[in-house]
């Protein structure tokens, strides 16, 4: 028989450098409610949802994440690592759907009998101690994307046996960043006290940790697990008497928060709930009546006596009764109470909405922060609520974000969505041609799909199953192995003009005609001279391969139908520019190259010498990063669009580098995987993670830019 194993729990919360005896804000363990599925009876759930990078909400945040996935966990069904999904993408849906800019890092744990069921995100850490020897997971950090970067987080699972005397720590990056040998020895001290007074020593600035002793029921129990909260919009935090604890996060704005709803006990009662517990107590003597009545009138059956009401009617009484008291006491309370409470929290922030309309939009610094307030309080009270599409909160919202907006330069655009390419699937660089044919490259598969649009709708009116091309295909005298970039060839050294062409890593040109199916290949020369390419360009025939290995542009010029000889460097001379993180690049119409970066810068070259060359009238907190560009010069102003998956927007500036516009989707969560662009006049195609977009500019036409 297995023996039964509880948990002490203990918490490491040091801001600015000092700890502070309280739970932090994201830390939480869960007991199963009262009424939760057999499956979850036995499960005891941890979380630690910690900030990611430099923006960080409030504490109130914080805490109701934690409650949101505790609920989510407990209500789902199936097995432990599906629940802990659940939970996870409960929480990263809640940020997405607020619209505020943080991130955060995410771990949660669950106990069953002497199993540990893990799920973390980003930079958690989780570190395990057994029989006096330590684990990592993971042993090293890598770069995986916070929770509110994309719209399917990345989720690393794991399962654990622990018996007596183990240890289990889960923290942020900060504490798993100090020197191993000290926080081993650390966390080999006999109990929670004598571990966490080392551990704050080892604790970096702001670092968050929750630990997790096992242990048998007999072992005293220094900070106990709160017992099961009752339901309530927001549960407070469970009280720890762990000697280190956390303080709250530092407010961002000076919006005041959010209150925090009251008991129902609190003397200073509501009206609607006060009529609420009246009716209540009315009813219940009502039914205690009715129940001495029916026992007068039905008196226990013997020989001389008889019912002295027919007995089916009793029977319906009896039965009918207890349901009509329910059922009168259960709509009063949500009728008035539950209203009576989110219309009262609605109203609050309509009075914070009043405040902020006094606020002069010319001061950007407050006018921004106290919007960025409101936006976070009508989160608070959905969150809190349960309730998404409230009108009125809508409207706030709206109002909210077209002011940031404003201030950040931003057109919002909605997105219609063309193609789902499934689970799994990474799609780049879509290219249409002649306004029917679409063309978009799915990284996982090294496939190439074609599909029809509908022109004057943009939308598909047919999706094949069956690429054009993938991985394994054979192509004339080869075998396609991993495409890395397509682009359309107008002319140059082909068999045929107007064809697809896409660069195979093993030094392969494989085109595609729509009319003379099906794709050939050429093997180009000098393959062996390469790095590794990245992206394809054509101009005036010469086809061009961005190499950021090899510090290099390659040239390969036409010759009749191919292109027999070895490349041309673009970049001659021992003196060249660093292109190491070089992402993608294109040709203007004029043999200008621009060169995009995966920091955002946009560098611009002529026959290999860099140009001066700067972005200019960019909104302030522009292009974080970068990821693809797409040159459009046959539009009559033509532009260059580059990606910016950290800001979640669509550039579009001139040739020059002038800022036009920056665009973002209307739906917060659409543009968090960015990594294809192709504008096609007033169309413009968007590839994010797995999904194909199409938005339209043509309304922009004529009007300034923000």
């Not at 599925?37 to 909400?57: C, M, N, Y």
Request: with cysteine.
């Amino acid at each position: 028989m297995l023996e039964t194993i509880e948990a002490l729990v203990g918490y490491l919360f040091v801001v600015g450098g000092r700890a502070i005896s309280t739970t932090p804000p994201g830390a939480l363990v869960e007991l199963p409610p009262r009424k939760v599925q057999r499956s979850r009876e036995a499960d005891t759930f941890f979380t630690l949802i910690t900030p990611h990078g430099k923006t960080h909400a409030t504490a109130n945040v914080y805490e109701a994440l934690t409650h949101l996935a505790a609920e989510v966990y407990f209500r789902s069904s199936g097995s432990v690592t599906s629940g802990l999904r659940e939970a996870i993408h409960a929480v990263n849906s809640q940020i997405s759907a607020s619209g505020q800019r943080y991130t955060l890092n995410m771990i949660c744990a669950v106990l069953r009998g002497n199993e540990v069921y893990l799920a973390r995100t980003a930079e958690s850490v989780c570190i395990l101690r057994q029989n006096g020897d330590f684990s990592y997971h993971p042993d090293q950090l890598s770069d995986c994307l916070p929770l509110g970067a994309t719209p399917s987080p990345e989720i690393k699972l794991a399962r654990y046996e622990v018996s007596p005397g183990d240890l289990m720590v889960l923290c942020d990056s900060a504490l798993a960043r100090a020197e191993r040998a000290a926080l081993n020895n650390a966390l080999a001290q006999p109990n929670l006290t004598a571990i966490l007074e080392p551990l704050k020593a080892l604790a970096h600035r702001d670092t968050q940790a929750l630990i997790i002793e096992f242990a048998t029921p007999e072992t005293p129990d220094p900070t106990p697990i709160p017992k099961p909260r009752k339901s309530t919009p927001l549960p407070e935090s469970a009280p720890s008497s762990a000697p280190v604890s956390a303080a709250p996060e530092p407010t961002p704005t000076p919006i005041p928060e959010p209150p925090q709803p009251q008991p129902s006990q609190s003397p200073a009662t509501p009206l609607g709930q006060r009529a609420v517990l009246a009716t209540g107590n009315a009813l219940d003597s009502l039914a205690k009546g009715l129940r001495r009545a029916l026992s007068r009138l039905l008196p226990e059956p013997s020989e001389e006596s008889a019912p002295r009401i027919p007995s089916m009617l009793a029977a319906i009484m009896a039965i009918l009764v207890p349901i009509v008291v329910v059922f009168v006491m259960v709509a009063l309370q949500l009728s008035q109470f539950d209203l009576t409470q989110f219309e009262q929290m609605v109203r609050e922030v309509e009075a914070a909405v009043r405040q902020a309309e006094l606020v002069d939009l010319r001061d950007e610094r407050i006018a921004r922060t106290v919007w960025l307030g409101i936006l976070e309080r009508v989160a608070y009270v959905e969150m809190t609520s349960g309730r998404m599409n409230d009108p009125t909160l809508n409207r706030i919202r709206a109002k909210a974000q077209s002011i940031l907006d404003r201030f950040d330069k931003v057109t919002r655009r909605t997105l219609t969505p063309l193609r789902n390419f499934g689970e799994g699937a990474r799609i780049v660089n879509p290219i249409v041609r002649g306004g029917a044919d679409i063309y978009t490259l799915e990284l996982s598969r090294s496939a190439i799909y074609r599909d029809t649009l509908a022109p004057e709708a943009n939308i598909l009116i047919t999706r094949n199953t069956q690429p054009v091309v993938q991985r394994g295909q054979a192509v004339g005298a080869f075998s396609v192995r991993e495409v890395v970039d397509t682009i359309w060839l107008a002319e140059g050294g082909v068999q045929r003009a107007n064809v697809l062409a896409a660069l195979d890593t093993q030094g392969i040109l494989i085109t595609y005609s729509p009319t003379f199916a099906p794709a050939t290949a050429q093997r180009l020369a000098g393959a062996d001279l390469w790095g590794k390419p990245i992206a394809l360009a054509t101009w005036r025939g010469n086809l061009y391969l961005l190499d950021p290995e090899a510090n290099q542009i390659w040239r390969y010029r036409p010759l009749g139908n191919s292109y027999p000889n070895p490349p041309e460097e673009y970049f001659e001379g021992e003196v060249r520019p660093d292109l190491s993180q070089a992402v993608d690049f294109g040709i203007d119409p004029n043999g200008n190259v621009y060169i995009f970066f995966a920091d955002g810068q946009l560098r611009k070259f002529t026959s290999g010498i860099e140009q001066r060359f700067a972005l200019s009238g960019m909104p302030s907190d522009g292009l974080k990063s970068g990821r693809a560009m797409y040159l459009d010069g046959d539009s009559p102003l033509p532009s260059i669009y580059l990606l910016d998956p950290a800001d979640q927007s669509v550039y579009q500036v001139t040739l020059s580098g002038a800022f036009r516009y920056r665009f973002r989707a209307n739906d917060p969560n659409l543009f968090r995987a960015l990594s294809g662009v192709y504008a096609d006049r007033d169309n413009i195609f968007v590839a994010s993670g797995n999904v194909l977009y199409h938005f339209s500019i043509a309304d922009l036409a004529g009007r300034p830019a923000p």
